[in-house]
C-alpha cells in the first residue's frame, strides 16, 4: 500500500542482500519519461496500471532480485497468480492512520487527488487489503518499525523458509 514504505526498505534489502534491486514504478516512469503524477494526469490509471504489468513480466527472468511493485499492483488479477510463482512476496502492512500520514507527508499521490483524500485512501486500503492478504506469503507490521528493522525483520523471516523453499510450495507457519 501507499505509504508503507517499499522501496525505501527495497533498498534497504538491496545494500543487506547486494542483490538487484528493481522498481516498477521507477521502470515505467523511466518508460514515459514522466513521473508517476504525470503518467497518471496524461495518461490515465489503466494506461499506468498495464504499463506496471508489463514492467513486472519482464522482471521475471531476473534471479536473486528484490522487486518492488506499487501497491495497486494487485488490482491485476493475472498479476496475483504471476507474483505468487515468483517467488517470496512480502506485505508491508501497517495501520491506516500511520500509513495516511506518511502518505499525506508526500502530497504526490494521483489517486488521492480527488474527493476527500482521507476518505478515499481508506476506500483504496479496504479494497486491497484482501488482495494483499491474498498474494502475501509473508506479512511485516511497518507501523513502529525503521526501515532497517524492517528489513532485519524480512531476512529472518525468508531465514525460516529454509533452502529449498520453492515458489508456490507452502510457507511454514513459522516463517510467516
Known amino acids: 500500500m501507499m505509504g508503507a514504505g517499499k522501496s525505501s526498505v527495497g533498498r534497504c534489502l538491496q545494500r543487506r542482500t547486494q542483490f538487484a ?11 514515459f519519461g514522466l513521473s508517476i503524477p504525470e503518467i ?4 490515465g490509471e489503466q494506461v499506468f496500471r498495464e504499463a506496471e504489468t508489463q ?13 518492488v511493485t506499487g ?3 494487485v488490482l491485476c488479477e493475472d498479476n496475483l497468480d504471476f507474483l505468487k510463482r515468483l517467488g517470496v512476496v512480502v506485505w508491508l502492512d501497517s495501520k491506516e492512520e500511520t500509513l495516511f500520514e506518511r502518505v499525506a507527508r508526500s502530497g ?9 483524500p482521507r476518505e478515499v485512501f481508506a476506500q483504496i486500503l479496504q479494497a486491497r487489503l484482501p488482495l494483499y ?3 502475501a506469503n509473508i506479512r ?4 513502529v518499525l525503521t526501515d532497517e528493522e524492517i528489513a532485519v525483520a524480512i531476512l529472518s523471516k525468508l531465514g525460516k523458509l529454509g533452502r529449498n523453499w520453492r515458489p508456490g510450495s507452502p ?6
Open 71 to 73: 501497491g495497486g499492483i
Open 21 to 31: 534491486l528493481l522498481d516498477t514504478d521507477e521502470i515505467v516512469a523511466s518508460k
Open 171 to 176: 510457507i511454514p507457519a513459522t516463517a510467516r
Open 140 to 143: 511485516v507490521d511497518t507501523s
Open 133 to 135: 492478504a491474498k498474494v
Open 108 to 116: 504526490n499521490r494521483p489517486l488521492l487527488q480527488r474527493g476527500n
Open 40 to 43: 497518471f494526469s496524461k495518461y
Open 55 to 67: 514492467a513486472l513480466r519482464e522482471m521475471a527472468h531476473d534471479k536473486q532480485t528484490i522487486i
